[in-house]
């Protein structure tokens, strides 16, 4: 449902109290400057003058419905009706429950269970936006219309209506998340190579392993799926890891995730019902890939760069969503958390894994093994 509002200006109010009058050559009363007289002031079909007309700004807002599930406290917007209101579009792939939403000119991904939303293949430094998915169908929080949209809305009491202002000059106002669409299948090893060589190795003094199952692509049978990143164990690198062992923030970004209330798999009974769901459809699905890698922080760098730093044992104290952090900030610690071995308990499968994307895309996606090896050990070597 659309409603508009018309702002009238006063200047054409103002400029007229604020002349004189004087006798004109007929007697009459008028302007002391015909100058300052508007030349045309016909009528228009609202009753306006053409100066009153041009003043007049149409602002569109469009009302959505709120929706509550299980008594939370958090509103939710249907993706359905958020899409045709603002003329856009949606996928929503129930198997991996990741939903991808394209509104104007940006495009957001959002997986089931994820506190992180990507937009145009970066990732947004907030907490408030997440999906749920009520009745096989995906809703997202009304926070998304302030952080996502960067646009004003008002929730209409008794709370169960929101009102979106919506116009061009709201997607004008965006500011474009990357200037050039980078191909990093365009890249060879070298590109690679020095687009990422800013980057510091997030444990100290280690090296990147060369074991093959360590490395991105290593198939994962356990799970119907393969390795997305790098594993940091303390036999391959040369470093001694503990879950004292720090991990460091490897360069300057900004922190967009922090699973500081992670809760693990309650029981390796339920980690395994979602094992046994991945090998029943032949992959795993995203939400469950992300509920493996254990708690988790992640941090946004510039040229769409990103890490997720997985398995760990806890998040360093400090460490919030939003926050700067540099190569020598420490972001938390080695753990095993999401593996079978957290929940046997003890130390068991202590390592970091790291996840390295560009523009929301894995890095070595284009690169044989062999080449990305060659990337990884001019980098960590």
């Known amino acids: 449902m659309k409603k508009y ?111 992180v939303v990507e937009v145009n293949g970066e990732y947004l430094a907030t907490e408030d936006v997440f999906i ?3 009745d096989g169908e995906p809703f997202v929080t009304s926070a998304f219309i302030e952080k996502g949209l960067e646009t004003d809305y008002t929730i209409e009491e008794p709370r169960e209506m929101i009102t979106v202002t919506w116009d061009e000059k709201v997607v004008e106002a965006w500011q474009p998340t990357v200037e050039e669409k980078v191909d990093i299948h365009s890249f060879t090893t070298e590109d690679m190579i020095d687009y990422l060589s800013f980057l510091e190795r997030p ?36 470093a001694e890891i503990t879950t004292d062992t720090p991990v460091y923030g490897m360069a300057e970004g900004t922190v967009v995730r922090v699973d500081s209330d992670f809760e693990d798999y309650s029981s390796e009974s339920v980690r395994n019902e979602d094992l046994q769901h991945a090998a029943e459809i032949g992959h795993t699905p995203e939400y469950i890939l992300d509920r493996l890698r254990g708690k988790q922080v992640w941090v946004q760098y510039d040229n769409g760069i990103m890490n997720r730093f997985a ?19 420490i972001i938390g610690y080695v753990g095993n958390s999401g593996t079978s071995s957290a929940l046997e308990g003890g130390d068991g499968d202590l390592h970091l894994h790291q996840d390295l994307l560009i523009y929301g895309e894995l ?12 990337i990884l050990q001019e980098l960590w070597p």
């Open 132 to 134: 749920v998915e009520e």
């Open 311 to 329: 398995h760990l044992n806890a998040v360093a104290d400090d460490i919030e969503v939003g926050q700067v952090i540099d190569e020598k900030t």
């Open 363 to 374: 890095f070595w996606k284009p690169f044989t093994l062999n080449e990305t090896t060659e």
């Open 5 to 115: 509002m018309i702002l009238l200006g006063c200047l054409s109010l103002m400029m007229t109290a604020c002349q004189g009058v004087q006798q004109n050559d007929s007697g009459e009363e008028g302007p002391q400057d015909n100058n300052e007289m508007p030349t045309n002031t016909e009528n228009n079909a609202n009753g306006m003058t053409n100066e009153e007309n041009d003043l007049v700004e149409e602002v569109n807002e469009e009302q959505l419905q709120l929706h509550t599930f299980q008594e939370e406290d958090e509103h939710y917007l249907a993706i359905d009706e958020l899409a045709d209101s603002l003329e856009g579009s949606y996928e929503y792939d129930d198997i991996d429950k990741t939903l991808t939403l394209t509104i104007a000119d940006r495009e957001f991904y959002f997986v089931y269970g994820v506190p």
């Open 203 to 238: 444990i100290e003094g280690a090296s990147v392993s060369t074991i093959e199952n360590h490395l991105p692509g290593a198939p994962r049978e356990y799970r119907n799926g393969y390795h997305e990143g790098i594993d940091w164990y303390d036999y391959s690198t040369g």
